[in-house]
């Protein structure tokens, strides 16, 4: 899955390259206030640009629920993109996406034109992944580059589907730079390998614990999801977050550990609240307990100061890690000490560091952090699926070395 042809494969002069991005940014009052993914986009068309091709770009934004709509138009996207390429991007909007705008600004593309298609999820075929919407999207194209990571886990029309009907698919510098970081860190990593995973379900990392415990040296595992943990050892949580149908699995993953002869670390200490705080970022009254000896009445919110000892002390020796998931309810500022420890101990140390997207991504940029990581991964779900072993649709259907 890790060896694919990238755009530094293929010869693009003249021919219609169409791209699939990951444009879905953040807009409040048809303004994008967060470019960071269009940012991340450059490199991929700039290339594609220089080398003479007529580049064609496709992306999905937002939920579409009910058909198109003026609030998920791409066309703020055009003109940001215009702004930051330095030329015009020929926006077509058509609400079927491959319409009469889209076949006509295609036509009339010369070498290193930009032309970018409306919200791919205006079609309903799209996350169908249904035949003739993947057949329309390769008509407009010799080349398909994907360059989505954050879409790569979905087998859709504009990720995977219309792969099948063009006879060149590769992948782009941000995809390539994601099979990099995040697949040779699991696969092939540096050891000791450490993997730090927080969040609140355990429900939603099952496969990912199970996985990087074969994986990794050490699993750090914060967040709410510890608490099931410290329970199905049999300690009180108080109103902690817990999910009672995995406490079992919990009992599991740990014989697994021990199996393995892999460190399983959970946290020691816990800082807890009475009331959970409504708003969420709301001045809160904590107090510390040993994770053996909570109260029943109070709920942890954040891994303690001996906790993220615990934690940097693993960090420190590690030649990778991997971290997913936030410590503590780090939207509160007092709930956040967990969350900050952990990303200083990954700023302070010489390992190869991959944050996996989501709020762990979002948390290393707020707090600052960013550019003391190696790698921070532009998808949440996609990156959480890599570090669970599966296939991802939209690398798997690109071309193989």
């Known amino acids: 899955m890790l060896n694919k042809k990238s755009v530094d494969d293929i010869n693009v002069k003249g021919l219609r390259v169409l791209v699939r991005c990951d444009f879905n940014v953040p807009l409040k009052g048809g303004e994008i206030t967060d470019e960071n993914r269009i940012v991340a986009a450059l490199p991929t068309i700039n290339k594609l640009i220089n080398d003479g091709g007529k580049v064609i ?53 010369k070498d290193g034109d930009v032309v970018l298609l409306q919200n791919t999820r205006f079609r309903k075929e799209e996350t169908k992944n249904e035949e003739n919407f993947s057949k329309e999207l390769a008509s407009l194209c010799d080349v398909y580059v994907n360059d989505a990571f954050g879409a790569c886990h979905r087998a859709h029309c504009s990720t995977e589907g219309v792969t099948k009907f063009v006879k060149t698919s590769v992948v782009g510098y941000l995809m390539q730079k994601e ?10 990593p540096v050891r000791p390998f450490v993997a730090i995973l927080g969040g609140a379900k355990v429900a939603d990392k099952l496969n990912v614990i199970s996985n990087l415990l074969e994986k990794c040296d050490t699993l750090i595992i914060g967040g709410g999801m510890a608490y099931t943990f410290l329970k199905a050892q049999g300690y ?12 079992d699995y919990c009992k599991e993953m740990m014989a697994k550990a021990e199996k393995l002869g892999k460190k399983l670390l959970l946290p020691v200490d816990a800082v807890t609240i009475k009331d959970f705080p409504n708003p969420i970022d709301a001045p809160v009254e904590t107090e510390i307990y040993d994770s053996t000896n909570m109260p029943a009445d109070r709920e942890g919110c954040d891994i303690g100061p001996k906790t993220q000892q615990l934690f940097a002390d693993a960090v420190k020796s590690a030649k990778t890690v991997v971290w997913n998931g936030p410590m503590g309810v780090f939207e509160n500022p007092t709930l956040a000490e967990g ?45 959480l699926e890599f570090l669970e072993g599966k296939a991802l649709p939209g690398i798997e259907s690109a071309d193989d070395k």
């Open 179 to 188: 099979i990099d970081f995040l697949g040779n860190a699991v696969n092939n």
């Open 57 to 109: 770009l496709c992306s999905h934004l937002g939920k579409v629920k009910n058909g198109p709509n003026e609030g998920e138009s791409l066309a703020p996207v055009a003109k940001r993109l215009s702004e930051k390429l330095g030329k015009e991007v020929v926006f077509a909007a058509d609400d079927e996406v491959v319409g009469p705008n889209a076949k006509a600004a295609v036509e009339a593309m």
């Open 236 to 247: 009180e949580i108080g109103t902690s977050l817990v999910d009672d149908t995995k406490l």
């Open 339 to 383: 969350t900050i420890a952990v990303a200083k101990a990954l700023a302070e140390t010489d390992a190869t560091t991959i944050i996996g997207g989501g709020d762990s991504a979002a948390a290393v940029n707020n707090l600052g952090f960013g550019d003391k990581m190696t790698h921070i991964s532009t998808g949440g779900g996609a990156s």
